[in-house]
């Protein structure tokens, strides 16, 4: 029998009878409320993909032997959905995030999907629930697409049955008490990805692993992790985001530097957003914008050389997140934040990717409007 492929033709919908109450922008609260509604379509190794379905949001109800439980077989994406001053929903890159999805079910043996057909029953699940996309810079509503292994067994192989699900919670700005910096420790003791592992893929089992760590950090002062690899201590990322140093050399050219996508990696759409704009606008005379392998030494080197300008997190939650301290070897390295909260081209980026999202500035094709 021939798998059916995904077709958001063949969505049915059911409205709820009982919508919820819309909370006010500052009442809310990351991933703790949610929508009306949620996307979900089955998928059997023997049929293909099943019927999208649009519906009340509820439980789920599985097995206890459900594989999911026991192997791990689940991934995820993030994004968000933005409304412009028209009224129109907008998401970003989503394109970028249906790539990656794909990749991670493929590397865990999951099915894969055609990228624009869930696309079009994410804009189609955004038109339902649009009224809870809040108004107002830095409000959104935060997309969860999900799919995860449903065969109930407790034999470790690939699974003949999965659910691919999205539901969306309405959040704010990340920062509720205003854009700041934070502090890190680097950490060598524990290793969040190692080559040949799946560091570059969005999955679950990815996560669990770094709370401890943060609960450690946390207990010392800092905020997150600063991931560190290998003896040496080649960085990484930091907590769940992608980062950024800005240094500079003797003649006073700055280099922006990131850690390459080598496998280890999260192949952040943040990350290649900052990338991309920054080779756009920032002048080349000035600027070197490089993905290569970098060292806490040579953060501290720079550091005491005052070459360290500045540095930053980057992904979906909080775009850019400014980072003004790392504590290394007993000692905190300085990291400045020129411009008060954080250095300036961490302002700029900010700027420049939030006038993208919100629909006041047309760069390609990375705004998406939902119709």
């Known amino acids: 029998?021939?798998?059916?492929?995904?077709?958001?033709?063949?969505?049915?919908?059911?409205?709820t009878s009982t919508p919820k109450e819309k909370l006010p922008n500052d009442k809310l609260v990351f991933g703790q409320t949610f929508t009306d509604h949620m996307l979900e379509i089955e998928w059997t190794k023997e049929a293909g993909w099943g019927t999208p379905k649009i519906s009340p949001y509820h439980n789920l109800s599985l097995d206890p032997s459900t594989i999911v439980f026991h192997y791990a077989f689940e991934l995820f994406e993030g994004m968000k959905a933005y409304r412009d001053s028209n009224d129109k929903i907008r998401t970003f890159r989503p394109t970028k995030n249906m790539i990656r999805m794909n990749q991670s079910a493929e590397r865990i043996?999951?099915?894969?999907?055609?990228?624009?057909?869930?696309l079009k029953l994410i804009?189609?699940?955004?038109?339902?629930?649009?009224?809870?996309?809040?108004?107002?810079?830095g409000y959104s509503l935060y997309l969860r697409p999900t799919l995860i292994g449903t065969t109930p067994s407790l034999g470790v192989g690939s699974p003949d049955r999965a659910l691919l699900y999205v539901i969306a919670s309405p959040v704010g700005p990340y920062y509720s008490s205003g854009f700041k910096p934070v502090a890190l420790e680097a950490t060598d003791y524990a290793v969040r990805?190692?080559?040949?592992?799946?560091?570059?893929?969005?999955?679950?089992?990815?996560?669990?692993?770094?709370?401890?760590?943060?609960?450690?950090?946390?207990?010392?002062?800092?905020?997150?992790?600063?991931?560190?690899?290998?003896?040496?201590?080649?960085?990484?990322e930091v907590g769940t985001m992608n980062v950024f140093f800005v240094f500079k050399d003797e003649?006073?050219?700055?280099?922006?530097?990131?850690?390459?996508?080598?496998?280890?990696?999260?192949?952040?759409?943040?990350?290649?957003?900052v990338l991309t704009l920054a080779k756009e606008k920032l002048p080349s005379d000035e600027w070197t914008i490089s993905e290569r392998k970098f060292t806490i030494h040579e953060v501290f080197d720079k550091a005491a050389k005052g070459q360290l300008v500045e540095a930053f997190g980057s992904g979906t939650a909080a775009v850019v997140s400014p980072i003004n301290r790392i504590g290394w070897n007993g000692k905190d390295i300085d990291v400045p934040v020129a411009d008060g909260a954080s250095g300036e081209l961490t302002k700029d980026v900010a700027e420049w990717i939030?006038?993208?999202?919100?629909?006041?500035?047309?760069?390609?094709?990375?705004?998406?409007?939902?119709?």
Do not use: H
């Not at 804009?123 to 810079?137: A, H, M, R, T």
């Not at 450690?216 to 002062?221: D, E, P, Q, R, V």
């Open 1 to 15: 029998m021939v798998q059916a492929p995904l077709e958001a033709s063949k969505i049915q919908i059911s409205k």
């Open 109 to 118: 043996a999951l099915p894969t999907f055609d990228n624009e057909e869930l």
């Open 123 to 137: 804009d189609q699940f955004l038109l339902i629930d649009e009224s809870f996309v809040p108004k107002g810079n």
């Open 193 to 236: 990805a190692w080559p040949g592992g799946v560091g570059n893929r969005k999955l679950g089992a990815n996560y669990a692993p770094c709370v401890l760590p943060q609960q450690k950090a946390a207990s010392k002062g800092y905020a997150q992790n600063l991931w560190l690899f290998g003896e040496e201590g080649y960085i990484t």
């Open 251 to 273: 003649s006073g050219k700055k280099e922006l530097v990131t850690a390459p996508l080598d496998g280890t990696i999260l192949e952040g759409v943040t990350r290649d957003s």
């Open 354 to 371: 939030r006038r993208i999202q919100y629909g006041e500035e047309e760069f390609k094709d990375w705004s998406r409007v939902a119709q």
